[in-house]
């Protein structure tokens, strides 16, 4: 569960980079709402599920 959060937060962080780089007024708010919910999302999938090193 922990993986698909931290790697589904990296998708919300692009499409809300996206729109609110491209984006105009309001959807340049949205987009930045979207940025920092992914930001959100992402820290707490990656806080748990910790990627293995190849070491």
Known sequence: ???L???GGIVVLSVGSFMSCLGAGPVAMTGDVIL???CGIS???FCY???DSQV
Do not use: E, F, H, I
Request: charged share 5%; hydrophobic share 45%; proline share 7%.
């Open 5 to 7: 959060l931290a790697l």
């Open 1 to 3: 569960m922990y993986k």
């Open 49 to 51: 599920w910790q990627p």
């Open 43 to 45: 820290t707490w999938g």
């Open 36 to 38: 920092l919910s992914g």
